[in-house]
């Protein structure tokens, strides 16, 4: 039965390739399919692979850029640390890791007394809950304010002497109010010792709270 | 007309009309060859092209590698020194730029007040200032205008009261208030 059909199909073909035009067109379409077949099966699929580690080599490229990149922004930063310790010791003494009213107290009194300032009293004022409010500016959750009160009393030249020493300063002091009142004329006749103006000053020091992470 | 001659050699051995077959058998030596060469060519070259990537590959990946284990060594311990620092430094800045600076604020008003002694009450509380004087009427004059015309002043407001012996001695009660600018207020800048 086979053999029948085979002969059948051979006979058909001699026959179709009898006529040299038909014969022609049939070796071109066959060549044609045969070489589609190749390139799909054996030289795409090669190449394709090739070009696919190429892509994924180039990637791996630009991780290795950036690994040394990062790795030598690293190394400049050890370096940077080691070669300025005492500068990023001072601004951790600036910006200290928690509350240090005792170095804030010994700051203030000392540019106080340096600058003839009698002082009466000086406050911490719980302000936890008001900080926008008091700076008038917002900061990071880690940067802790406190309000310090100081009133006193002086002569306004040196008043404005110590203001110019801690706005000046390179630990931040806001001045957050001021106000100044003039002494009765009288009872400075009877105290001869006494300053004329009296004050009562609030200012705000920051520290950065390292409980707090930034996320 | 021509006489066409016909030679018939015996000898020569007369070939077998070609199957179907043979013709594919023909075509696959022919050109079929040509393709094939070509085809597996390049498929050589290919595969040396990717044995030679691999090898890149390896290489790379071990390169990673070992900029990992050396950055690794930084950024359990340094990095999160550094970042707080960086954190710490930017935050300083802007503290530093949004923080007040009262002083030349004083200096200026004071400037205008000719009689310092006088009954001057100032209060400076976030950006406005109040001033409240007891003094002569020309320099509670002297004081709302200077405040008025300065550039550090905006919005300024003045009230003037007039009581009792002050009719007599010429003087009065002065307050004023106003809006102290941010360039003259903020420190500014680092």
């Known amino acids: 039965m086979a053999t029948i059909f085979e002969s059948s199909i051979t006979k058909r ?28 099966f054996g030289i795409r699929p090669a190449i394709t692979a090739s070009i696919r580690q190429y892509n994924d080599n180039k990637e791996r490229t630009d991780v290795i850029v950036q690994l040394e990149s990062k790795l030598d922004s690293l190394k400049s930063l050890t370096e940077q640390e080691s070669l300025n310790a005492d500068v990023i010791d001072y601004f951790r003494f600036l910006l200290p890791s928690k509350d240090r009213g ?11 007394n340096s ?3 009698e002082i009466s009293s000086i406050q911490w004022v719980r302000n936890d809950d008001q900080f926008e409010q008091l700076s008038g500016f917002l900061l990071d959750p880690p940067v802790v304010s406190r309000l310090v009160n100081i009133q006193g009393s002086t002569e306004i030249g040196d008043l404005v002497s110590f203001l110019n020493i801690i706005e000046e300063s390179r630990r931040i002091y806001n001045v957050r109010s001021l106000q100044i009142f003039p002494v009765n004329s009288e009872t400075l006749d009877l105290f001869s010792d006494l300053k004329p103006f009296t004050f009562n000053l609030e200012v705000q020091y920051f520290y950065w709270n390292d409980e707090i992470v930034i996320k | 007309m021509a006489e066409k001659n016909y030679i018939f050699n015996l000898l020569k051995p007369i070939e077998q009309p070609l199957t179907s077959w ?28 990717k044995v030679a990537l691999d090898t890149i590959a390896k290489s790379k990946d071990d390169q990673i590698e070992e900029l990992n284990n050396q950055i690794i060594l930084y950024t359990t311990e340094r990095e999160p020194r550094y970042r707080l620092i960086q954190n710490k430094e930017v935050n300083y ?18 400037s205008y007040i000719p009689n310092i002694g006088t009954d001057v009450v100032i209060s400076i509380i ?6 409240s004087t007891d003094d ?3 320099n509670l004059d002297s004081l709302e205008t200077a405040i008025k015309s300065s550039a550090t002043f905006s919005s300024a407001g003045a009230s003037v009261s007039i009581e009792g012996e002050d009719i007599i001695n010429g003087t009065g009660k002065g307050a004023f208030n106003a809006i102290i600018d941010e360039a003259v207020l903020l420190r500014g800048k680092f």
């Open chain 1, 13 to 40: 073909l001699d026959q179709y390739l009898a006529n040299s035009q038909k014969k022609s067109y049939f070796v071109a379409a066959v060549t044609l399919v045969f070489t589609l077949v190749i390139f799909l």
């Open chain 1, 102 to 112: 005792d170095y804030i107290f010994d700051e203030l009194t000392t540019y106080l």
């Open chain 1, 115 to 117: 600058n003839n300032i």
């Open chain 2, 22 to 49: 043979d013709r594919v058998y023909e075509w696959l030596i022919g050109r079929a060859k040509i393709i094939i060469m070509v085809t597996q060519a390049v498929i050589a070259i290919t595969f040396f092209a």
């Open chain 2, 93 to 110: 800045r802007n503290m530093w730029s949004s923080s007040r600076k009262v002083a030349p604020v004083l200096r200026e008003l004071y």
């Open chain 2, 126 to 131: 976030g950006n406005i200032v109040s001033i």
């Open chain 2, 136 to 138: 002569s009427r020309a």
